[in-house]
């Protein structure tokens, strides 16, 4: 019939048959029902409407040429169980091409639109743009973006997901800090108390006469001989400084000979501190005494000069 040897030479000129396409009956059979030579008991698209051979062509060209000629190739790794020597594997799950005459066979009679005078997205007669397809490469693009839409929005929901997670993550790593904050603070309280404690002990050793110091119990008076009063009061002063700073030290966290040290410069500004009160006050009580009075020994009042 007038065009099958056309469509044979293009088959053969593929290079993948094992015999002349027109030796291999599945294949001549294709290609004479798609040319609508081949007569059927039932009608099809091909026997109402018959293509032509640049319609073969365009099918060969668009279906092997350009999308699977490598498919059929012995070395294309379509599954795990493909080799160059062939595939064990089940076909189904084989994207290898085995068969290619019987592959070249469904192209050449594949029918995807419900009209039969429709090739390929084209009406044969008119040449116009099928509707059905139209509409079918529509309802694709619209299932495809809905698809990407769910993907989109499935990822969206496991990125905020996993944004909770994380936020829940470090607010409870924050409430754990703030815990081991605290049981620290209260670690550096109960040593600071404990330390506290100890140097309480050890200032009474190591001067008893200050114990009992602000509750009346042998504190000497001003009155009651003087130097004593003032060496006392002095120590106790001295030394309830040395307390109160070496107690805030160690709440901060420091201890051992740091400590000491620290303990031991601020008690030397303290003390230089006082003598420039003490300086200060002796200086203005010159000053009140009454020009040409003579200061007493011993005594709290002024004195006249014996002169």
């Known amino acids: 019939?007038?065009?099958?040897?056309?469509?044979?030479?293009?088959?053969?000129?593929?290079?993948?048959?094992?015999?002349?396409?027109?030796?291999?009956?599945?294949?001549?059979?294709?290609?004479?029902?798609?040319?609508?030579?081949?007569?059927?008991?039932?009608?099809?698209?091909?026997?109402?409407?018959?293509?032509?051979?640049?319609?073969?062509?365009?099918?060969?060209?668009?279906?092997?040429?350009r999308a699977h000629t490598d498919r059929s190739l012995s070395e294309f790794p379509a599954c795990s169980q493909c080799t160059e020597t062939g595939c064990t594997g089940p076909q189904e799950r084989c994207?290898?091409?085995?068969?290619?005459?019987?592959?070249?066979?469904?192209?050449?009679?594949?029918?995807d639109c419900e009209r039969p005078d429709c090739e390929r997205g084209v009406i044969l007669g008119s040449r116009e743009e099928c509707a059905l397809c139209v509409g079918r490469a529509r309802q694709m693009a619209e299932g495809l973006a809905a698809t990407e839409w769910l993907a989109e929005d499935a990822e969206t929901r496991a990125r905020a997901a996993a944004e909770a997670e994380a936020e829940r993550a470090a607010e409870a790593e924050k409430e754990k800090e703030a815990e081991r904050a605290r049981a620290a603070a209260e670690a550096r309280a109960r040593q600071a108390a404990e330390e506290t404690a100890r140097l309480r002990e050890q200032l009474a050793a190591e001067h008893p006469e200050l114990v009992g110091v602000g509750q009346g119990a042998g504190m000497p008076g001003p009155r009651d001989g003087g130097a004593r009063y003032a060496q006392a009061a002095g120590r106790g002063r001295q030394a309830a400084e040395e307390l109160s700073v070496r107690a805030v030290l160690v709440s901060e966290g420091m201890y051992?000979?740091?400590?000491?040290?620290?303990?031991?410069?601020?008690?030397?500004?303290?003390?230089?501190?006082?003598?420039?009160?003490?300086?200060?006050?002796?200086?203005?009580?010159?000053a009140a005494r009454p020009a040409g009075s003579w200061p007493g020994v011993g005594q709290h009042g002024a004195a006249e000069a014996p002169f």
């Open 95 to 111: 994207d290898r091409i085995r068969k290619p005459q019987a592959y070249l066979a469904q192209l050449l009679l594949a029918q």
């Open 256 to 286: 051992g000979t740091a400590l000491d040290d620290e303990v031991r410069r601020r008690m030397r500004t303290w003390k230089a501190e006082r003598r420039r009160e003490a300086q200060a006050v002796d200086l203005a009580a010159v």
């Open 1 to 65: 019939m007038a065009g099958d040897a056309e469509v044979f030479a293009l088959l053969d000129s593929l290079g993948v048959l094992t015999s002349p396409a027109n030796r291999i009956p599945p294949l001549r059979r294709a290609v004479r029902e798609f040319l609508g030579a081949q007569v059927d008991a039932r009608p099809t698209a091909f026997s109402m409407y018959p293509r032509a051979v640049e319609h073969a062509v365009t099918r060969i060209n668009a279906g092997w040429t």
